[in-house]
């Protein structure tokens, strides 16, 4: 069964910095791509950010310049460096992850909460 767990979530100040994790339980070559959603309070899901298994990235307008993701291959674990933080960006942060072997299958974490105070 995959796996993922996102970590890192906390209570940051306007402006202030978090680096997200998401672990794996296989192998993120596994997986066509990894993603970073987020869903706040009466708010519809939205995508944040992707990594393709190539290392081709992708980014919602709202965080480009903010946010980073990237991968830790050995350790099986994605990351969303975000910077910058607004009170907007607070949300539940999901990890996604798209099957490399079953089309359209995606894998989805169970959220680490993102708060930002001002």
């Known amino acids: 069964q995959v796996r993922l767990v996102e970590s890192g979530g906390g209570l940051v100040q306007d402006g202030g910095s978090l680096r997200l994790s998401c672990a794996a339980s296989?192998?993120?070559?596994?997986?066509?791509?990894m993603g970073w959603y987020r869903q706040a309070p009466g708010k519809q899901r939205e995508l944040v950010a992707t990594?393709?298994?190539?290392?081709?990235?992708n980014y919602a307008d709202s965080v480009k310049g903010r946010f980073t993701i990237s991968r830790d291959n050995a350790k099986n674990t994605v990351y969303l460096q975000m910077n910058t933080l607004k009170p907007e960006d607070a949300a539940v942060y999901y990890c996604?992850?798209?099957?490399?072997?079953?089309?359209?299958?995606?894998?989805w974490g169970q959220g680490t909460q993102v708060t930002v105070s001002s």
């Open positions: 296989t192998s993120i070559f596994s997986f066509n791509a």
């Open positions: 990594i393709t298994s190539s290392g081709g990235t």
């Open positions: 996604n992850a798209e099957s490399r072997y079953r089309s359209g299958y995606a894998y």
